[in-house]
C-alpha cells in the first residue's frame, strides 16, 4: 500500500521531520539515518556558520530542507527570512513561525495568519507552526496553508501531548495535514499522535538531549511508523464500566 505525506505536491514516504536545531553538526547526519527523515527543518541564522562549515554539509543528499522563520516577530520579518531562504535555494517550502513571546516561545497565531497569506501570495508552500486553536486554523487554510503544525507542548519542554484534546479537533475539521511541532519528548507520544491521525511528526530536543542519539532517532521512526498503520487499520473500541472476553463463554468450568 502506497501511503505518502504529500506537502506541496511533492510525496514523501516518511512521516517524521526531524528538527536540527539544537543538533552538534556531527550527529545531524547520523541522526537523519538512523530516523530516516526526508525532511529537515532549517533555520536560516544556521545555514552559514563561523569558518568554512555549514550545516548543509552535514545534511545527506536527497533530504528536503524545511527552512523556517525562526527569529520573526511580525509577518513581514517571516517574508523577509522566506525570501532569503529562497534565495540560499532552500525552495519554496517553509515552516512559518511568528513568535513576539520572549518567556513561553508561544506562536502568535494573528501575525501567523498574516504570514501565511503574504507568503503564500508570492509562492511559497506556507506551513504555519501555531496554537491548536480551531478558527485560527481554518483561517490559515482559507489563506493558503499546506499543512497546519500545532504544537504538542511548548518547545523544547519534552512534555508531551498536552494540547491532544485541540489537536483531536482541528484533525476532525481542518482538511490539510496536520503535523505535530513542539513539545514531543516521548516515542510513544509520536505513537499516540500518528494513532491519533496526525499527518507527521517533528521532534528536535527529544532526539538531541537523549543519551543516545542515533538509537533514539532509529526509535522515533519505529514508533511514527507504528502510529500510522494502528491509524490507517483502525483501533479498536473501547468499553466503559464493562468487560468482554477475548474468547466466546459458554460457561464456567463446573467442579
Known amino acids: 500500500m502506497q501511503d505518502k505525506l504529500t506537502l506541496g505536491g511533492q510525496p514523501f514516504s516518511?512521516?517524521?521531520?526531524?528538527?536540527?536545531?539544537?543538533?552538534?553538526?556531527?550527529?545531524?547526519?547520523?541522526?537523519?539515518?538512523?530516523?530516516?527523515?526526508?525532511?529537515?527543518?532549517?533555520?536560516?541564522?544556521?545555514?552559514?556558520?563561523?569558518?568554512?562549515?555549514?550545516?548543509?554539509?552535514?545534511?545527506?543528499?536527497?533530504?528536503?530542507?524545511?527552512?523556517?522563520?525562526?527569529?520573526?516577530?511580525?509577518?513581514?520579518?517571516?517574508?523577509?527570512?522566506?525570501?532569503?531562504?529562497?534565495?540560499?535555494?532552500?525552495?519554496?517550502?517553509?515552516?512559518?513561525?511568528?513568535?513576539?513571546?520572549?518567556?513561553?516561545?508561544?506562536?502568535?497565531?494573528l501575525e501567523t495568519i498574516r504570514a501565511t497569506e503574504l507568503l503564500t501570495k508570492e509562492g511559497f508552500v506556507a506551513l504555519p507552526y501555531m496554537y491548536p486553536d480551531l478558527e485560527a486554523a481554518r483561517r490559515m487554510r482559507d489563506a493558503?496553508?499546506?499543512?497546519?503544525?500545532?504544537?504538542?507542548?511548548?518547545?523544547?519542554?519534552?512534555?508531551?501531548?498536552?494540547?491532544r484534546d485541540f489537536i483531536k479537533i482541528l484533525i476532525a475539521e481542518i482538511d490539510l495535514p496536520i503535523?505535530?511541532?513542539?513539545?514531543?519528548?516521548?516515542?510513544?507520544?509520536?505513537?499516540?499522535?500518528?494513532?491519533?491521525g496526525c499527518a507527521a511528526v517533528m521532534a528536535n530536543t527529544a532526539i538531541a538531549t537523549a543519551g543516545n542519539v542515533t538509537a533514539m532517532a532509529h526509535a522515533f521512526k519505529l514508533a511514527i511508523e507504528a502510529g500510522r498503520a494502528a491509524y490507517l487499520a483502525g483501533p479498536g473500541r473501547i468499553l466503559e464500566d464493562m468487560a468482554e472476553a477475548s474468547s466466546p463463554l459458554t460457561g464456567f468450568l463446573e467442579d
Open 14 to 109: 516518511s512521516r517524521f521531520i526531524l528538527g536540527s536545531g539544537k543538533f552538534t553538526l556531527e550527529l545531524i547526519r547520523a541522526a537523519i539515518e538512523a530516523g530516516g527523515a526526508e525532511i529537515v527543518t532549517l533555520a536560516l541564522r544556521r545555514a552559514n556558520l563561523k569558518g568554512n562549515e555549514s550545516i548543509l554539509d552535514y545534511i545527506p543528499p536527497g533530504v528536503t530542507l524545511l527552512p523556517n522563520t525562526s527569529g520573526a516577530r511580525t509577518a513581514e520579518e517571516a517574508l523577509r527570512i522566506a525570501r532569503l531562504s529562497r534565495e540560499l535555494g532552500c525552495g519554496n517550502l517553509v515552516k512559518i513561525e511568528v513568535i513576539r513571546d520572549s518567556r513561553y516561545l508561544l506562536p502568535d497565531n
Open 144 to 163: 493558503g496553508a499546506q499543512a497546519i503544525m500545532p504544537l504538542g507542548a511548548p518547545i523544547g519542554s519534552n512534555k508531551g501531548l498536552l494540547t
Open 179 to 196: 503535523i505535530v511541532d513542539a513539545g514531543i519528548g516521548r516515542p510513544s507520544q509520536a505513537c499516540e499522535a500518528m494513532e491519533m
